[in-house]
């Protein structure tokens, strides 16, 4: 891998296959997925530093984990994270941190996938962990990586061309510019997205009538003083101020959230350290070290791609922080466009496969954009009441009625259905089997191998995950104690066929039985699914013969919606355009980004 940073000797490539206007997180992870499957990138990106006075994102929710698992990345993150994941795992709702007036309202326990230990529903999970510091593992991992050329203090300006190849246009500060010839291009480069505006798309959606206030501080006392025990979010519901604290590390460094702020408000230094103390309380040492004024957005892009380009993370949605959902969608585009990507580039996929990529992850965006605006009705400040602080019978009824109201918070800490329940039941590139999909729920995951759903996670009896024996490609997983002892290579040799002939990447392995006994079919729901790159089911059955054509439809080339028990009939291939989508419009203000 390269860094270029001086114009003078640049040496920035006058073509590429692939350029990632944007290197923060998705645009990162993309280049770094994209090499692991051979394919080389160049991703260009203004900054030169990571600047850990802004944090934003702080949660990696379990499936942003198990995909930088995947990476081999896993491990590093936990290391560089500040907060270990046995540090605190709970919300609380409290009336203030400190002294007597420190009531605890409610406790949302195991927030956001953190258990210690070994956890089930993913071979990871999760980490609070400030976004610089991840972003700062993947610049670490692309340095190290041969086929990521990363150029830094440089931005891409425009992306000009009807068909590829493209012009790219960069530059640096100086005005010094480049242009790069790429066969795809990729808009990782957040709400204000240049790709995005080169194509004329515009994010369409609302924003919140108030503004926040994100304030990083120091407080050598601030962890000794808190009455409520360690928790990674502490919610301060005040009548002075309303809003999130929470610790950034185990030395003194601290976050918080004022929330509901004019958004014409203008303030200051003094202002930030007193609204801090408003929270945490008066007797405090508050040194304030940034401050960071925001609205939450809830805009998503009408379409996520034109012919070779394609929008990935805040370029092609932008979500309100509530539930900490935003930068894993961001993730969880880049893992889907990857795959599909590489497949493309190395000349096996059809050309339903990178069709799907907005087909599938858009309704993903507008899910997530409902459910975090929905959060985003219930904040701090919604809750005030000055009766929560009272002393006596009085107090007590307000508090108690308090924590009933607070029951609405659940989805925001509590969502594994949200996190791993989506499922891509509709895309052409995936096989319906007939059979009900379960209803999506925010809070409750039910793991199912329904086609397009996550393939359910368990661990084998060796104590290794059923995820580690999922190959780079497509794996084929049985049930080995339906196989009667015969090799599973040989119960799906058509399997295997297909693969040689299409030049499909395809592994067939058995597993089973699991840890606890279950025979793997039994929650497969099917003696065997074929599982793609991403860890989604693409289809389930039991003949080996449909699960050789599922393959070709798994891979864009064959796309159908029958279901495996309706034989299709004999005809050409069809390839189906992506499903259109209504534009999800926020239901409180309109807006629309260029």
């Known amino acids: 891998m390269a860094t270029f940073q001086d114009a003078a000797a640049s040496g920035i490539p006058e073509e590429a296959q692939v350029v990632i206007s944007g290197g923060g997180p998705s645009g990162l992870f993309l280049a770094l997925d994209l090499a692991a499957r051979g394919i080389p990138s160049i991703v260009i990106e203004p900054r030169t530093t990571v600047d850990h006075t802004r944090p934003r994102a702080k949660t990696t929710n379990a499936r942003t984990m198990t995909h930088l698992r995947r990476l081999g990345l896993a491990d590093a993150l936990r290391a560089a994270s500040p907060l270990p994941v046995d540090y605190a795992q709970d919300v609380i709702f409290c009336t203030g941190l400190t002294g007597p007036a420190a009531h605890e309202l409610r406790r949302f326990r195991n927030a956001f996938q953190l258990v210690p230990g070994r956890y089930g ?19 670490d991992a692309a340095a190290r990586n041969p086929l990521v050329t990363f150029v830094t203090g440089w931005s891409v300006t425009e992306v000009s061309g009807k068909d590829a190849p493209y012009a790219v246009a960069v530059a640096s500060p100086s005005g010094i510019s480049r242009t790069v010839t790429a066969d795809y291009v990729i808009g990782a480069d957040g709400g204000s997205s240049t790709v995005r505006r080169s194509l004329g798309i515009r ?5 919140a009538a108030l503004s926040n206030i994100s304030i990083l501080f120091r407080s050598s006392g601030l962890a000794s003083a808190v009455a409520l025990g360690p928790a990674v979010q502490y919610w301060v519901v005040g009548s002075e101020a309303a809003g999130m604290v929470g610790p950034m590390d185990l030395q003194d460094t601290w976050w918080a959230i004022v929330q509901g702020v004019d958004p014409d408000r203008d303030v200051d230094q003094e202002e930030a350290g007193a609204l801090v103390r408003s929270l945490v309380g008066s007797d405090v040492d508050i040194d304030v070290l940034a401050t960071d004024p925001w609205t939450a957005r809830m805009l998503l892009a009408p379409e996520y791609s034109r012919g070779r380009i394609f929008l990935v993370g805040d ?84 508090r108690q009625a308090a924590e009933q109201a607070l029951a609405v918070k659940q989805s925001e800490f509590d969502s594994l259905g949200l996190v791993l329940g989506y499922a891509y039941g509709d895309s052409s590139v995936v096989v319906p089997d007939g059979s009900p999909v379960p209803a999506e729920d925010p809070i409750r995951y039910v793991p199912s191998a329904s086609p397009g759903a996550l393939l359910p996670h368990a661990w084998l009896e060796d104590s290794t995950s059923v995820y580690s024996r999922l190959g780079a490609g497509f794996t084929l997983l049985a049930d080995a104690g339906v196989l009667g002892g015969v090799p599973a290579a040989e119960s799906f040799a058509p399997v295997l066929d297909a693969a040689a002939r299409l030049g499909i990447p395809v592994a ?23 599982v793609r790159p991403d860890q989604h089911v693409a289809w389930r059955g039991s003949s080996a013969g449909a ?31 992506p499903a259109s989508h209504d534009d999800f419009r926020s239901t409180r203000v309109d807006a629309v980004i260029p």
């Open 203 to 207: 994010l369409e959606g609302g924003s």
């Open 508 to 530: 067939v392995a058995a597993v089973g039985p699991f840890d606890d006994g279950t025979p793997p079919s039994e929650l497969w729901g099917a003696d065997a699914v074929l």
């Open 315 to 398: 370029a092609a949605h932008l979500n309100p922080p509530w539930g900490g959902h935003g930068f894993n969608t961001c993730i969880g585009d880049a893992a889907n466009l990857a795959w599909k990507l590489a497949a493309t580039i190395t000349g096996w996929a059809g050309p339903a496969l990178l069709a799907s990529y907005g087909e599938e992850r858009r309704p993903v965006a507008a899910r997530t954009i409902s459910d975090a605006a929905a959060n985003g009705k219930a904040l701090a400040y919604h809750f005030a009441d000055p009766g929560l602080g009272a002393a006596g019978p009085a107090g007590e009824a307000a």
């Open 547 to 577: 699960a050789a054509a599922a393959l070709s439809t798994a891979a864009g080339w064959a796309a159908t919606r029958q279901p495996e028990s309706q034989e299709p009939e004999s005809q050409p291939p069809v390839f189906e355009s």
């Open 121 to 139: 529903p993913q071979p990871e999970c999760g980490q609070q962990v400030p976004q610089p510091v991840l972003e700062e593992v993947l610049r």
